[in-house]
């Protein structure tokens, strides 16, 4: 290769990277250079009070061929939101944003909040092929990313779907996080498929929720009989999304009136607690049945001791706990969220068939963040908080 060659490639690379980092920023489905975004972050981790909404957030930009960038129509917020504000997860989704550990204590600030995100493409990395400029999506965003509280975010394409069709932006803002939170759990982790599910039994511990109710949703339309604990004020929703049968927990504990039941196939625990105490106990003993809890000490053992020894210190826990129940004849499950394209692709057929309803117990303007968090905060959900970030149409 020439001396003039390899300078010519050099000022190529260099030209290209200037723009990248250049002060404007043009979409290709824009007519407008940006240089700045709103968003709603925080510097620290604490209350309410270290939510700070910033009119100059950095815009996203494309480090990877397989990235999208979207821009935000709506925003679902989750309690992990909650949780991540408090500081909760840092130790582990540090070392998952800075593996080698090469940037210092606090490089994930000024960070945005938000897992759920129903948008438009604006921007497509080389190596994407399954999405265009201008296509509707919604994606679950995994939380060691920057979340979909601002007007753009950027996404990995194999955490991108089609909207459904059939949703508007705030209602399929209400549904990427929980349901690829329940497939992972009901399907990844405890086997479940629309060809083995029906006439199961599928106990949901906590049915009202956002898991919850998109749990009932799924298993009943692939034939399960599913049985809900929830409040009174909350049986009405969950018999609307199809339960078969409701325990209220607000008359006492639902352990009595569940052991007299037939038995159950799969128990999912949205609470957590005590539940482990007597739920494994309501499974069918040696038939495979599983109980899969979504509430597990993982990120609270890193945060308290550190990853590497927090990791030992769950590894056991689990191990311990699964063969204290395997003898006995059932299945002690760990689930977690997984994020994944081709699950919502799977969840946008059932959606758009009409099986699986938005369920959105209220909406917040983008000024309402905060409202919109502590509303979260205070729990006993009848599904999901919503933020509308952007309702124009029109380009960026």
């Given at each position: 290769m020439s001396a003039l060659t390899i300078l010519s490639v050099n000022m190529a690379v260099h030209t290209r990277c200037w723009f990248r980092h250049s002060a404007f920023r043009c979409f290709k489905t824009s007519s407008c250079c940006r240089t700045v975004m709103p968003a709603w972050v925080i510097d620290k981790y604490g209350g309410?009070?270290?939510?700070?909404?910033?009119?100059?957030?950095?815009?996203?930009?494309?480090?990877?061929?397989?990235?999208?960038?979207?821009?935000?129509?709506?925003a679902g917020l989750n309690p992990i939101d909650v949780s991540m504000r408090g500081g909760y997860g840092a130790a582990t989704l540090s070392m998952k944003r800075d593996p080698l550990n090469m940037n210092q204590t606090g490089n994930e600030f000024p960070l945005t909040l938000g897992r759920d995100v129903s948008g438009v493409i604006m921007e497509?990395?080389?190596?994407?092929?399954?999405?265009?400029?201008?296509?509707?999506?919604?994606?679950?965003?995994?939380?060691?990313?920057q979340g979909s509280l601002a007007e753009f975010v950027v996404l990995s394409a194999n955490e991108v779907s089609l909207k459904p069709k059939s949703l508007s932006h705030t209602e399929a803002a209400a549904i990427p996080y929980?349901?690829?939170?329940?497939?992972?759990?009901?399907?990844?982790?405890?086997?479940?498929?629309?060809?083995?599910?029906?006439?199961?039994?599928?106990?949901?511990?906590?049915?009202?929720?956002?898991?919850?109710?998109?749990?009932?949703?799924?298993?009943?339309?692939?034939?399960?009989?599913?049985?809900?604990?929830?409040?009174?004020?909350?049986?009405?929703?969950?018999?609307?999304?199809?339960?078969?049968?409701?325990?209220?927990?607000?008359?006492?504990?639902?352990?009595?009136?569940?052991?007299?039941?037939?038995?159950?196939?799969?128990?999912?625990?949205?609470?957590?607690?005590?539940?482990?105490?007597?739920?494994?106990?309501?499974?069918?003993?040696?038939?495979?049945?599983?109980?899969?809890?979504?509430?597990?000490?993982?990120?609270?053992?890193?945060?308290?001791?550190?990853?590497a020894d927090g990791m030992l210190q769950t590894a056991a826990t689990m191990t311990t706990k699964a063969l204290?129940?395997?003898?006995?004849?059932?299945?002690?499950?760990?689930?977690?969220?997984?994020?994944?394209?081709?699950?919502?692709?799977?969840?946008?057929?059932?959606?758009?068939?009409?099986?699986?309803?938005?369920?959105?117990?209220?909406?917040f303007s983008f000024a309402q963040v905060p409202q919109a968090l502590e509303k979260v905060e205070k729990g006993h959900a009848r599904g999901k908080t919503v933020v509308q970030i952007n309702t124009r149409t029109d380009d960026a």
């Open positions: 309410n009070d270290v939510l700070r909404l910033s009119k100059n957030a950095s815009l996203p930009l494309i480090n990877y061929p397989n990235e999208v960038i979207v821009k935000v129509f709506a497509c990395g080389l190596a994407v092929k399954y999405f265009r400029e201008q296509d509707e999506v919604w994606a679950a965003i995994p939380p060691w990313k929980v349901a690829t939170t329940a497939w992972s759990a009901l399907v990844n982790t405890g086997g479940l498929t629309k060809d083995n599910c029906a006439n199961k039994r599928i106990l949901i511990l906590g049915g009202s929720g956002g898991v919850g109710t998109f749990a009932i949703q799924m298993v009943k339309a692939w034939g399960a009989h599913v049985t809900v604990t929830c409040s009174h004020n909350a049986e009405r929703l969950v018999r609307q999304l199809g339960a078969d049968h409701v325990v209220n927990y607000t008359t006492g504990p639902v352990e009595v009136p569940l052991a007299a039941l037939d038995k159950f196939d799969l128990v999912l625990d949205n609470i957590g607690g005590d539940t482990e105490r007597w739920a494994l106990n309501l499974l069918k003993p040696w038939s495979g049945a599983k109980y899969v809890t979504l509430v597990t000490p993982f990120l609270q053992n890193t945060d308290t001791l550190g990853v204290k129940h395997l003898v006995k004849g059932v299945h002690y499950r760990w689930g977690f969220f997984a994020p994944s394209g081709p699950a919502l692709d799977e969840i946008r057929e059932m959606v758009d068939a009409g099986q699986i309803h938005a369920v959105v117990e209220e909406t």
